[in-house]
């Protein structure tokens, strides 16, 4: 074969590839007749036609940068895009080379050109549907899937959701594989046809999770290859709650048909039963399946248009339901039988199985009718009743009270409803007595106890109360009822004699009782605290004289004065009580040394000392202190108190108006004491006492003008006990009263032995105590005693001291006048020794003064004593009193007496005192009387 330029031309011309030349003008010279074809031209209609002819503008100005490239002689392989004659772009590829001259002159360039179009439309393609499911992903939640079998080629960003994992990692996986079992060979199968419509499949994403998915499915080319595109929806939410909605529906109806009420759905424009529970048919005594179709109206009683026993009709629920409330009525339905049965009707509007209903409840309310019309019986003799009553709820909440609890709270109803009892506390019950309330009543237990609770106006009532639990069928509790009744009179009353049992009536102080108890609880607190207490006893000096003086009267108001300073002078924390009598005790707690102690008994004594006014009057009084200390004196009520007596005695003892702590000795000596006075009870029983008599001598005549009654005890074991041991405990024991008037009788019945026996003429002197003076029944007690000796009062002369006197001469100045009136003479004995004027001696009816023997004694040795005699005797004689020298023991004294012209002497000088017997045959001794 010959290679000519024939050769080549016919090669070139028979090229499938096309064949362009161009000279350095860019003229076509040459086109073979494939490129030709491939534009849409002729040959001929190309040749000389511009190569910008062929471009569009891009491809002109990328052609004049290639065409630079040509001339500087470079060779090119590169894709190209030219216009076809109708104006669509051809996708080429092309080699181009440029031809120079033998002189190096580019003369023009030879192109290659291979039709790429088919290539490129596909690209295009893919572009453009990427991009479209790039816009498509950002509006659809679908899955799109390319895929040949189960390889996956190209999936959207929804798939990547639904499967749970990036778009490399999907793409990894084979897409049947992530089926599951069961839908592998139904979908394998069904890629067997062109189109698949969406179908059902299962599968699972790549972190495992069940996926419901819609499958549509379409085979397409793709390079040449037939592939899948799979559109993929995720209905797994959509089946779930699918499901759901169906279970509801089951439920549903299985809640209709198990409710406790009767349930009928009624068509919202026909009002006719559509559906029904079997206790709706029970209700109706009709059959379910008769029940539907009828209007649910026919059923109901009415009155005058109106449903029975709710005053309103039908139309007027069914418009409220439909207006999205849910009425509620009380009616009345007819039973088959007749019966009228009261029924609560509910109306709500609802949806079921995708139709609007109206859903009716009925409930057979005729057991809570009657519950209810009992209740208002009940309720209404709550009303009446007088007891308080209050229900609350399981959580306390007041329910319900009634009127009398309203009355006695002052509070209005509804600021008590939906409070709790709280409301009523005054705070005087602590924690442990509401524990113990809440305990009892959660247990299921009534609690009873009186309450102590406030009115609206702050102030206390007491409460007698019973809190019951009240419980359902299943015994669970639901309410709690109180029932109560005021006590508050009772309590006060009881308050107030409890008051009076324990408080002493006079002076509202705490009495004895009390007094024992706060002293014992005292004791506990200072045993467990290892504290020091006190305690002070005390009466007021004399107080038995103020009384007797001033009347009791007088006497009460100032035990209350006394009362109310001490009361204002102690601390809150001690205890002032009257014991009795003039008798007070004070307990001080807690006491840091006795120098405290001290200290409030001098306050104690100043306050007493204070001078106070009654009765018109300033009354000076004192008081005795007897002070015991625990634990010192005594670790127990009994032995402290008695301690502290005795120190009060000892104080008297010392001359009164001071304290005195208790000391160990003392109470020798009050037992001693303690023991004289029992043995004073028996000698007046046991006659024990006996009299003896001393003679009073006449210095003028030197006879015998009378005796002195002395009294004498005469102890079975300790003999004979001088007046001076026991009279003053007879004095302050009272025995000096019934003693005193044995006295008179003994010595009246001796002076008659002494008459009888010839002893005429005798002057009797009695010694009077300032009891007797003031004993009302003195004068008497004396009369009957003369009478039943038949005696004058003339014979007898009451000896009464100085002392004495000068403290109650002034009160029983009536007495003793009385007495004077009577015929009785008074003496004043131990004159002298009370300081008291004559002056003040000459108011009262007194004839004789004895002059004490302390001054007769010093006769001789004292002058001033002496000159006190001279004067006394002088000075009496001066005002008409007779005179009396007692205790003369000499004749010295006898000579001074008689040189002072003194009347009469008494002493040992003549006689020692003797027995009533002995005085028969006394007979004054003339030595004792010399001339
Ligand atoms: N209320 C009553 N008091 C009475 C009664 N009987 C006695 N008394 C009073 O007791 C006091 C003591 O009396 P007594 O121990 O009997 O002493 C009397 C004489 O024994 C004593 N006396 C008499 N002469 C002398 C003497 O020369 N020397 C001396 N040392 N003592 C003597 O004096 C007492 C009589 O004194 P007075 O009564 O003051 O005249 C005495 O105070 C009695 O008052 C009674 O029944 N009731």
Same mark, same amino acid.
């Given at each position: ?51 910008? *002819? ?9 052609? @004049? ?46 192109? $290659? ?16 549907? !990427? ?32 499967? *749970? ?18 839908? !592998? ?16 499949? !299962? ?35 959509? @089946? ?173 109803? *509804? ?49 007698? !109360? ?21 006590? =508050? ?212 005549? $030197?006879?015998? =003008? ?221 030595? =004792?009387?010399?001339?």
């Amino acid at each position: 074969m010959e290679y000519n330029e024939k050769f080549f031309e016919q090669l070139v011309h028979s090229a499938r590839s096309g064949i362009w030349v161009i000279d350095e003008h860019c003229r076509t010279t040459y086109v073979n007749p494939s490129m030709a074809e491939m534009l849409g031209y002729t040959v001929e209609q190309m040749l000389n036609k511009h190569l910008f *002819e062929f471009l569009d503008e891009n491809g002109i100005e990328r052609a @004049k940068i290639n065409l630079a490239r040509r001339r500087e002689g470079q060779e090119e392989q590169r894709e190209s895009v030219f216009i076809h004659k109708e104006g669509f772009a051809v996708y080429t590829n092309l080699v181009t080379w440029p031809v120079f001259d033998e002189q190096g002159q580019y003369r023009g360039a030879i192109a $290659g050109v291979m039709d790429d179009s088919s290539r490129r439309g596909m690209l295009d393609e893919l572009a453009e549907a !990427k991009e479209r499911l790039q816009v498509f992903d950002k509006v659809t939640v679908d899955g799109i899937l390319i895929h040949q079998g189960g390889h996956i080629i190209e999936l959207n960003d929804a798939c990547c959701r639904i499967f *749970e994992g990036s778009r490399k990692e999907i793409m990894t996986h084979d897409f049947t594989a992530m089926l599951l079992p069961e839908y !592998k060979t139904l979908v394998i199968q069904a890629m067997h046809y062109d189109t698949v419509e969406k179908f059902e499949v !299962k599968a699972r994403s790549l972190t495992g999770k069940l996926l419901i998915l819609e499958l549509s499915s379409k085979r397409m080319h793709y390079r040449g290859d037939l592939v899948r595109v799979s559109v993929l929806r995720d209905v797994t939410q959509y @089946k779930q709650t699918q499901t759901a909605l169906e279970q509801i529906e089951l439920t549903n109806q299985a809640l209709i048909e198990n409710a406790p009420e009767a349930i009928v759905l009624l068509d919202r424009k026909s009002l006719q039963i559509l559906h029904a529970n079997s206790k709706a048919g029970s209700l109706f005594g009709i059959s379910v399946h008769r029940l539907l179709g009828h209007s649910l109206e026919s059923f109901i009683i009415k009155h005058d248009g109106k449903l029975a026993g709710a005053g309103r009709t039908f139309d007027n629920l069914v418009q409220q339901a439909l207006s999205c409330l849910a009425p509620l009525a009380e009616i009345k339905i007819q039973h088959q039988s007749g019966t009228a049965i009261d029924c609560e009707l509910r109306l709500v509007s609802i949806q079921w199985q995708g139709a609007s209903l109206l859903r009716v409840s009925l409930l057979d309310i005729r057991s809570r009718k009657r519950a209810q019309d009992k209740m208002k019986q009940l309720s209404s003799a709550l009303e009446q009743s007088a007891d308080l009553v209050m229900i609350t709820d399981k959580n306390g909440i007041i329910e319900y009270v009634n009127h009398a609890l309203l009355s006695v709270t002052g509070y209005q109803l *509804e600021e008590v409803i939906g409070q709790t009892p709280a409301l009523f506390k005054s705070k005087q019950h602590n924690s442990a007595f509401m524990k113990k309330l809440w305990k009892q009543i959660l247990a299921g237990h009534s609690f009873r106890d009186v309450f102590v609770n406030q009115n609206k106006d702050g102030s206390v009532f007491y409460e007698e !109360k019973t809190i019951t639990p009240l419980k359902n069928e299943e015994g669970e509790i639901t309410h709690f009822v109180s029932t109560g009744k005021d006590i =508050t009179e009772r309590m006060e009353f009881q308050a107030n004699l409890h008051h009076l049992a324990f408080h002493d009536s006079l002076t509202n102080l705490p009495n004895r009782a009390l007094f024992n108890d706060r002293l014992k609880s005292s004791l506990q607190t200072a045993k467990r605290y290892r504290q020091k207490i006190a305690l002070l006893f005390f009466d007021i000096d004399h107080f038995k004289r103020i009384n007797d003086s001033l009347g009791h009267e007088v006497g009460d108001l100032l035990l209350k004065q006394v009362s109310k300073k001490l009361q204002q002078r102690l601390r809150g924390s001690d205890t002032v009580a009257r014991l009795g009598g003039d008798e007070f005790a004070v307990i001080l707690n807690n006491v840091k040394d006795d120098e405290s102690i001290r200290q409030t008994a001098s306050e104690i004594i100043e306050l007493i000392n204070q001078p106070i006014k009654l009765a018109e009057r300033e009354l000076f009084i004192t008081t005795s202190i007897g002070i015991a200390v625990y634990p010192a004196d005594g670790d127990d009520s009994l032995t402290l108190l008695k301690n502290a007596d005795v120190a009060m005695y000892r104080a008297k003892a010392q001359g009164r108006n001071a304290f005195m702590f208790y000391q160990q000795e003392m109470n020798a000596h009050a037992f001693e004491l303690l023991t004289l006075e029992s043995e004073l009870h028996r000698a007046l029983q046991q006659q024990e006492f006996c009299l003896q008599y001393q003679p009073k001598i006449c210095l003028r005549t $030197g006879k015998m =003008t009378g005796v002195e009654a002395l009294l004498r005890w005469q102890h079975p074991e300790k003999g004979m006990i001088a007046p001076d041991k026991f009279v003053p405990l007879l004095e302050e024991s009272g025995l000096i009263l019934p003693v005193g008037q044995w006295v008179i009788e003994q010595a009246l019945k001796d002076y008659r032995f002494w008459q009888s026996h010839g002893l005429f003429n005798l002057n009797l002197a009695i010694n009077l105590s300032p009891a007797q003076l003031k004993d009302l029944k003195f004068i008497e007690t004396l009369q009957s005693a003369l009478a039943k000796y038949k005696l004058p009062m003339q014979c007898v002369e009451l000896e009464i001291t100085e002392h004495t006197m000068m403290i109650h001469g002034e009160n029983s100045f009536l007495l003793m006048e009385q007495l004077r009136q009577l015929g009785t003479h008074f003496s004043i004995d131990d004159f002298g020794t009370g300081y008291s004027s004559l002056a003040y001696l000459k108011k009262l009816p007194v004839e004789t003064i004895k002059i004490d023997r302390s001054f007769i004694r010093d006769i001789g040795v004292e002058v001033e004593d002496e000159i006190i005699v001279k004067t006394v005797i002088a000075m009496a004689k001066s005002l008409g009193y007779q005179v009396v020298a007692e205790g003369v023991e000499n004749l010295k004294q006898v000579d001074f007496l008689r040189a002072l012209d003194c009347d009469v002497a008494q002493g040992f000088l003549f006689s020692r005192p003797l027995s009533a017997l002995d005085i028969l045959q006394y007979q004054v001794q003339p030595e =004792t009387l010399p001339h």
